[in-house]
Structures are given as structure tokens and as C-alpha cells.
């Protein structure tokens, strides 16, 4: 040992030392990454390396032809690195994907594909790089959400293109902002964290998760709860109100004008 | 009753004082009577004969919608308290606990969920209110295409067109008291309309909110002109046209004894009393059904005011959706060229905002308009008759044409207010909504006078030809040569009445004046008299109408038939000289 301690001056020390520093640092990172991809290539949290090989299956077969075969984007599509598991969990889990034909939006129809096959694409679509992921149940269960807050927030933030309602409303070009209603918890989420179609993006620094959660809070308790005058007239507002007064009101009163006159006495 | 000579003689004087009922009933009733009196009110009023027609009838509805918008009012002000002081909701609706909001958002949320029948009446009086105007606008609309405002009505018409706008007043400043965040933002379009006008815009709008919107005093301002200003005009200007049309007494349709000089109907007293009375509780019923079971103004959705956001389906109710609308389709920009520009000032500089000045110049016309109507026509007509009969829509083609160009142009405005509806419920691009409304705002009123006068003029020439040849009876004979025919049915002399009697004069040419010049204005004049009368399709003859008689060979039977239908439409024709 004395001659170690001695030679510890000597001019190449430092140089050893880096040596075995970057070595070490080296051979730990190759051990690390030989142990990670012995579990699964590249495999994003949550997922197995399974369902992004079953993933990339489905892509390849049902995806690839707009949004080219690793996903790198082509002129119909988007490139999808980076859009994250949540992506794929709001535009294939509502529908939207795979496109029915193309026109100012992705329209909602029944999905395509069942929840497995889903957190199949979303895996591979993770593996491809690191974007939103799926919410953890905790930010879903809305007993744990606060309403009041949430509605503050959603008419802050969303009422503007969704209706205070959550009815829906018109964007340009033929792009709309659609009803909330019916919405999965998790739907909400995605959308809030990836920003679909023309939606911008709400991230965690913007709307904290906690946030998220009263918002989905509100729009659920508002769902629950009806509407408490009597039949909706689709949440529209004054426009619906004004129709119905112009075709039920004014028709109910012709026709009792009608009954009234027709015998004169 | 005639006021030089004695009413009553001596005898019925003492009668009347000596007279001793019989019966429980007529004791109260003679009780009062003699000391109210009455029995002249009831004799004058009673015996007043009204025409019956069911589009009489949307004043009445107007009046009792007014009643029924009066009587909910009046429960919810108990509740209700005009403050923009802010309080922390705590009611019982989950959703908006513990936010803060003034005290008017927050007596309305407890109207809606903490009084009992509270909600129902909220919707009944809004449903009331868009009903108020609904049966005003669809009367006056009424009144406009029979020629009911004519000479000696223009004023009472005039009393009308002011109830309509105070009818918009009343329901935009209710429209506007629970402080959430749509009526706010229905606040801000009028502030910014205010803002817009030069030079003292912004003084006008510092005026009415008490300093910088929203402030805090415009709530409590307009509730003092929603429930007291706005209502006792109303009120006031309803008894002048009430007071008038008793006076003028009612127009009534063309048709067999209705002249110009009579009013053929029922009287008052018994039947139209109690069907009068019967249908205000038609009104109260279906305007309780609609309040029932349809949700209006749903104003726990919007949340507390709060100037920032502006939510999807911002919409005033439907009276005020022309504004909306004409300020939706005019552009704030043409290619790259801004359309608001700052005028240049000693005192540095005014913003002239056109995107929000132009829209008021059709508005402003449209209801400058509905005012000089009258006036207006008849210049034009130089019509200086009195006229208690209607016409029919299509004996006045010209102002049915006028008429239904103007209700397009209305129709467009209001209809832009929706343009996002539009879009999202008929799948179509909102860009192309407001291009196609633009088009339609030139286009429209254009195309649809052209088409009206022609539909008018061609039920006018089918009427004429009714009147000479028949209905097509369906049946077809064949003569013993062979020669084929329809039977025609000839109108029954009610229904010819009817097809006859209208007047369509022929453009009568520039008058000199008294010094027997032709002004320039009267050659404007005599132009407008061209277009309004050069288009005509004239009423039948009597002579028109015996020679067709002859040629298709009447029985004798028939020709009696035909000399008690002539003097049916001489009688018309007499009537409109």
C-alpha cells in the first residue's frame, strides 16, 4: 500500500484515475443497458417488451401508411416520436385513429381496436421516444377532485371553444371543439397533456395534474347531475332557446288562435 | 251618446233609482254598480263589436305574455338583489361552492335551487319575455302586410314600433342583471358599441357603468330600468294602444257587408269577454308548459362574471341576435387593409372603429325605418284615404315585396348571431358561413323582393282567373261530337267577394304643386309611385265579369245567380272608392 501512496503523486495519477473513472462509469452503463435490454429493447414504463413488439405489428399493418413504417411521419401524417403513450391512448382509444378519411379533423367514431391492442400501440408508440405518458389512477378518481375548482378552471381554460357546458363549439375551416359529454376520466386527461387536433397543450407546468383532476371532477359532476330545468335543449344556450319559442311557442299559440276563431260564437 | 240632449228621461231616471233586486247576486251587484257605475262601461265597451280572425289575435298574446312576464317578475325581485358586492357562494349547488361572485349571481343561483318553485319561475318569465316580443314582432309583421298601419293607424302603429324597442330594452337589461359570465359578455358588446362612437363614446360608457367596465353599479342601474323605468313604459304605451284601436275601431278583412264603414264581428260582451279571458289562460299554460319543461338560460353553467373569458355559444336572446349577428359578419379587415383607423386630433388622436360602426347603420335603418313607414308609403302611394279594410298581402305586391325583403335582411342579421351553430350542426366550415351570410346580407333582400312581387302578381292573376273561369272541377266531359272539357266551379259569392274587391291603380304620374311647378322631390316621388304601382294585375270588372258569364252560357237560373254576384262586386268596388 505504501507504494501506491507514494506513486500518488506521480504525473500520470490523474490520467489513471480518469481511466478508471470513465471505466468504470463505462462498463456500469453497458451492464445497466445489457440488463435493461435483456427485460426489453427500449421497452417505456408500464409497458412490456412484448406489447411494443405486438404494438409495432399493428402499426406497421394499420398505421404505417400515412405515418410511414418507424413512425417518422410522411406527408399525410405525422411523425409520432415523441407524441407519447398518452397520444395514442386519446386518438385510438376515442376513435379518431385510424382515420376514417381525411377533412378539417379527426372525427370520433367507435374505436377500432380493443383496449389491449391500444396499450399495445401505445407501447411502441413510446418506445420511440419519451412524450406524455398514461395518468396513474390517482389522477383519474374524480371523488378526489374538487368540483367548484374544476369548474373555475374549466371555464378559465376550456369553456372558450368546448361552451361553458361543455357542449361543443365551431373552430375554424370546418375544425370544431367537441362535446365533452360521455368523455372517459382518462380521455379528458390525454387530451389535456397531448393537445389533439387543434387543441393546444395543457402540460403538468400549465395545468398541474391535481388541476387536471378537478377539471375532469366538474365535467363529470356536471354530467351527473342533469339538467335541473328540464330538457337541455342540447346545452346550447340562447340560440336553441330562441328556436324553440320561434317553433313549439309560436305553434302551440296558432293553433289555439286557430281553435279559438274557428267557431265565432 | 250624444251630449246636447238629456241621456235619460225622467222615468228611467227614476227606474233606475228605484230599482230593488231580487236575488243575493243582484243586490251586490247593484250595490256597486251604483257606486262604481258600471253598467256604462259595460253597455259602451260591451256592445264594441270586434272582427275575428285568428291573426288578430298576436297583440293579445303581446299583452298577456307582458302580464305573465310582469307577475313572475314581481316573485323573483322578492329574492333577488341587484348587488355586484361580492360574496362566497354557499348554496346548494356543488359545482360553484365557495367561489366568490356578486351578490346578484349568487340570489339568482339561490332563486334556482333554494326557493321553491324559484327555477319555474325564472324560466316562466324568460320564456314569458322571449314570448313578449315574439307575439309583437310577429303582430307588427301582421299589421305591415295587411295595410293595417294606413291612415287614420299611423300613429297607434308608431306607439307599437316604440313598444317593440322597449320590449328589446326591457329584455336586454333582464338578459343582462345575473352577473354571470354570459350576460357580462353581453354587456361588454354593448360597452364596446358605446366605446365605438367617436369622440364621446368612452364618456357614455363611463357614464353608464360608473367608471371602468363592468364596475360596480350597472348591475343596480339597470334593475331600476328593468323593473320599474322600462315596465311602466310599457305599460303606459300599451293603454295608448289600446285607448287607440278601441278608437279607430278594428280593421277587419275584405269580405261579403265588411265596408269601410262598418266592423263585422261580435260584440265584446259576453263571448269575446270570456274568450279573451279564456285565452290569456292558453298563453299562461303554454308558456307554464314551456317553463316546465324546458331549461332556459341555464345561468349556473356560466359561472361568475368575470371579463376575461368568452365561452363557445355566446349568444344574446333571439330579439337581440340581429346585432350580434350583423356584428359577426362585417370584417375587421379587407385583404390586409385594417377598417379601424385613428383620426387624427388636437388632443392626439381618436379611434374611429368602423368594424363596429358600419353594422349599426343597418340596424339604425331597419328601425328608423319601421317608424317612417307609414308616412313613407304613403307619400309615395299618394294614398290619402282612411282605410279600415285589410289588404290581402298580394293585392299590395309591391309592399308585401318590400316587406318580405326587408324580414330576408332581418332574417340574414339574426341569423349570423348562429353562424357557429350553424357550422357545427350542419358540418360545414364557419369561414364559409359568414361568407355566404355576407352574400345572402347584399343578395338576399334583393332576390327576395323580385321573387315576392312575382309570387304576388301570380296569385293575382289566379285569382283573377278563380273569378271569371272557376275552380278546375276534376271532371271531364265529353260532348255527343266528341270534344272534350273540364267543368269549372264558379266561386260562391263569398269567395268571389274576397277575389275581387282590391284596387291596383296605375301609376299616377308627377303632380305640380300649387304654383304648378314639378319639384324635383316630386319627380322622386313619381319615379318610386312608377315602381310601387307599374306592376299591377287588375281586379275583375263588373263588365269583365257579366261578358264571361254570357260567353259560357248561363241557365237562367245562373243568371240570377250572376246579377246578385254583380251586385256583390259593384258593391266592392263602391266600397273602395
Known amino acids: 500500500m505504501k507504494a501506491l501512496s507514494q506513486k500518488r503523486r506521480h504525473p500520470f495519477a490523474f490520467v489513471a484515475l480518469l481511466l478508471l473513472g470513465l471505466l468504470l462509469t463505462g462498463g456500469l452503463y453497458a451492464a445497466a443497458t445489457t440488463v435493461n435490454q435483456a427485460q426489453a429493447s427500449n421497452t417505456p414504463d408500464g409497458f412490456s417488451s412484448e406489447q411494443v413488439d405486438e404494438g409495432e405489428r399493428l402499426f406497421v399493418a394499420n398505421c404505417a401508411s400515412c405515418h410511414g413504417m418507424n413512425a417518422e411521419g410522411s406527408d399525410a401524417g405525422p411523425s409520432l416520436v415523441g407524441v407519447g403513450a398518452a397520444s395514442v391512448e386519446f386518438q385510438v382509444g376515442t376513435g379518431r385513429m385510424p382515420m376514417q378519411m381525411s377533412g378539417p379533423q379527426a372525427q370520433q367514431k367507435p374505436p377500432q381496436f380493443n383496449e389491449e391492442q391500444t396499450s399495445q400501440l401505445a407501447a411502441y408508440v413510446a418506445s420511440l421516444g419519451a412524450g406524455p405518458g398514461i395518468p396513474d389512477d390517482e389522477w383519474l378518481d374524480i371523488d378526489q377532485g374538487d368540483p367548484a375548482r374544476g369548474g373555475e378552471l374549466f371555464r378559465i381554460n376550456c369553456a372558450m371553444c368546448h361552451n361553458a357546458a361543455g357542449a361543443g363549439g365551431a373552430l375554424t375551416e370546418g375544425k370544431y371543439a367537441p362535446s365533452l359529454h360521455g368523455v372517459d376520466a382518462v380521455h379528458i386527461y390525454t387530451a389535456m397533456t397531448t393537445g389533439p387536433q387543434n387543441m393546444p397543450v395543457f402540460n403538468d407546468s400549465n395545468i398541474p395534474p391535481e388541476d387536471k383532476r378537478d377539471i375532469i371532477a366538474f365535467l363529470k359532476t356536471y354530467e351527473q347531475q342533469g339538467s335541473p330545468g328540464g330538457f337541455s335543449l342540447g346545452f346550447l344556450g340562447p340560440v336553441s332557446e330562441g328556436l324553440l319559442i320561434w317553433t313549439l311557442g309560436l305553434a302551440l299559440l296558432i293553433g289555439s288562435m286557430v281553435w279559438l276563431t274557428s267557431r265565432s260564437s | ?577
Open chain 2, 1 to 577: 251618446m250624444s251630449a246636447s240632449k238629456e241621456k235619460y228621461t225622467e222615468a228611467q231616471y227614476l227606474e233606475a233609482t228605484e230599482y230593488e233586486p231580487k236575488t243575493g247576486t243582484g243586490k251586490i251587484a247593484n250595490y256597486v254598480d251604483t257606486r262604481v257605475g258600471g253598467t256604462s262601461i259595460v253597455r259602451e265597451f260591451g256592445r264594441k263589436v270586434f272582427p275575428d280572425h285568428w291573426t288578430f289575435m298576436f297583440g293579445e298574446v303581446a299583452l298577456y305574455s307582458f302580464i305573465i312576464t310582469v307577475v313572475s317578475g314581481a316573485f323573483l325581485t322578492f329574492w333577488f338583489d341587484p348587488s355586484m358586492s361580492t360574496t362566497r357562494y354557499s348554496g346548494s349547488y356543488a359545482p360553484l361552492q365557495g367561489l366568490e361572485m356578486s351578490m346578484a349571481y349568487a340570489t339568482s343561483l339561490e332563486l334556482s335551487f333554494d326557493v321553491r318553485g324559484g327555477l319555474f319561475m325564472r324560466q316562466l318569465h324568460h320564456w314569458g319575455a322571449l314570448m313578449f316580443v315574439l307575439a309583437m314582432s310577429v303582430h307588427m309583421i301582421r299589421v305591415f302586410f295587411t295595410g293595417a298601419f294606413r291612415k287614420p293607424r299611423e300613429l297607434n302603429w308608431v306607439v307599437g314600433a316604440t313598444l317593440l324597442v322597449l320590449g328589446l330594452a326591457a329584455g336586454f337589461t333582464g338578459y343582462s342583471l345575473p352577473d354571470e359570465v354570459l350576460s357580462g359578455n353581453g354587456l361588454r358588446i354593448i360597452d364596446g358599441m358605446l366605446k365605438a362612437i367617436p369622440v364621446v363614446g368612452t364618456y357614455i360608457s363611463f357614464f353608464l357603468f360608473g367608471g371602468e367596465f363592468p364596475g360596480n353599479e350597472v348591475i343596480p342601474r339597470l334593475y331600476a330600468l328593468h323593473i320599474f323605468v322600462i315596465p311602466a313604459l310599457i305599460l303606459i304605451l300599451i293603454a295608448v294602444h289600446l285607448f287607440l284601436v278601441v278608437m279607430h275601431k278594428h280593421t277587419q278583412y275584405p269580405g261579403p257587408g265588411r265596408t269601410q264603414r262598418n266592423v263585422v264581428g261580435y260584440p265584446v260582451g259576453p263571448v269575446y269577454a270570456a274568450k279573451a279571458g279564456g285565452f290569456f289562460f292558453i298563453v299562461l299554460g303554454v308558456l307554464s308548459l314551456l317553463a316546465g319543461t324546458f331549461q332556459i338560460n341555464a345561468l349556473w353553467n356560466y359561472g361568475p362574471y368575470d371579463p376575461s373569458p368568452v365561452q363557445a355559444g355566446t349568444q344574446p336572446d333571439w330579439y337581440i341576435g340581429w346585432f350580434d349577428g350583423v356584428l359577426r359578419i362585417m370584417p375587421g379587415f379587407i385583404g390586409n387593409i385594417p377598417l379601424e383607423f385613428v383620426l387624427p386630433t388636437p388632443w392626439g388622436g381618436n379611434s374611429i372603429a368602423t368594424p363596429v360602426l358600419v353594422p349599426m347603420i343597418p340596424i339604425t335603418l331597419l328601425l328608423l325605418g319601421v317608424f317612417v313607414w307609414p308616412w313613407l308609403e304613403n307619400w309615395i302611394t299618394g294614398d290619402k284615404r282612411e282605410h279600415h279594410l285589410l289588404d290581402r298581402p298580394r293585392n299590395a305586391p309591391t309592399r308585401t315585396a318590400f316587406g318580405v325583403a326587408m324580414v330576408v335582411w332581418y332574417l340574414v342579421m339574426w341569423g349570423a348571431a348562429s353562424s357557429d351553430l350553424m357550422a357545427t350542426h350542419f358540418a360545414l366550415s364557419l369561414n364559409d358561413v359568414i361568407y355566404w351570410l355576407r352574400a345572402a346580407f347584399f343578395l338576399g333582400p334583393i332576390i327576395a323582393y323580385l321573387l315576392t312581387k312575382r309570387i304576388c302578381l301570380a296569385l293575382q292573376r289566379k285569382d283573377r282567373e278563380i273569378a271569371l273561369h272557376g275552380h278546375e272541377a276534376g271532371v271531364i266531359e265529353v260532348s255527343a261530337d266528341g270534344e272534350f272539357h273540364e267543368q269549372h266551379k264558379l266561386p260562391n259569392e263569398h269567395e268571389l267577394w274576397t277575389l275581387v274587391s282590391y284596387e291596383a291603380p296605375a301609376p299616377s304620374g308627377p303632380r305640380p304643386n300649387a304654383k304648378g311647378k314639378i319639384t324635383a322631390v316630386e319627380k322622386v316621388r313619381a319615379r318610386l309611385n312608377r315602381i310601387w304601382f307599374e306592376d299591377r294585375v287588375e281586379p275583375v270588372s263588373r263588365e269583365e265579369y257579366l261578358e264571361v258569364l254570357g260567353h259560357h252560357g248561363e241557365s237562367p237560373a245562373g243568371l240570377e245567380a250572376a246579377q246578385s254576384r254583380e251586385a256583390i262586386t259593384s258593391g266592392a268596388s263602391s266600397d273602395n272608392r
